[in-house]
């Protein structure tokens, strides 16, 4: 009697090997036939209709797990229009009490209750700024900076060259970086 080979082998290329699965199907099938049993081994049908199950469940979990990724990039973008949105919410409040100084100076005429109410609204102003972390930029003495500095003028001085003799306009950063550059006027160089 002739040995059988069976199909799902006979069917693969000579340099890929069949999954684990069906190699132990395989075996099985083979040690049953040499054994003499009359069990034969599963049908191409059977074969493939396991494949489209497991087809399908990969097709399902890639289907999952596309959702969740579409999900998460949409939370994502919801929460960074929200931070846009309502970032600047903690500094408006603060303001809210420079602004309430404001009309409370402006509702005495009594000159010398201006003046306080004044002051009081730059306090409130400074300490709102300090909350946000904007920090005042006074460069008279400095290097002049191009990132920092904004050059309106070049004026001879007892300083020198490329320093910031006179600021007609201070600066402003905010956590490290340029709100608005200072405008200044920056000695030149003496010549020789």
Do not use: C
Not at 54 to 59: D, I, M, P
Not at 86 to 112: Q, S, Y
Not at 128 to 151: L, M, S, T, W
């Amino acid at each position: 009697m002739q040995e059988q080979t069976p199909p799902q082998e006979a069917l693969l290329p000579e340099n890929v090997t069949p999954e684990p699965a069906l190699q132990e199907e395989s075996a099985t099938a083979t040690a049953t036939i040499s054994a003499g049993e009359t069990e034969s081994t599963p049908s191409f049908e059977e074969l493939l209709r396991q494949a489209e199950l497991r087809a399908e469940e990969h097709h399902d979990a890639w289907l999952r797990a596309k959702a969740e990724t579409d999900n998460v990039r949409r939370r994502a973008q919801e929460d960074i229009s929200k931070a846009h949105k309502f970032g600047i919410e903690k500094f408006a409040g603060d303001l809210l009490a420079v602004k309430d100084t404001l009309e409370m100076a402006l509702a005495d005429p009594n000159p010398d209750s201006l003046r306080t109410g004044v002051e009081l609204t730059l306090k409130n102003l400074v300490s709102a700024f300090d909350k946000a972390a904007v920090a005042e930029v006074n460069p008279v003495g400095e290097k002049f900076d191009p990132h920092r500095h904004q050059a309106m003028a070049m004026i001879d001085a007892d300083q020198p060259a490329n320093t910031v003799v006179q600021v007609f306009q201070k600066g402003y950063t905010i956590a490290d970086r340029t709100l608005r550059p200072a405008m200044v006027a920056v000695a030149k160089a003496k010549d020789a």
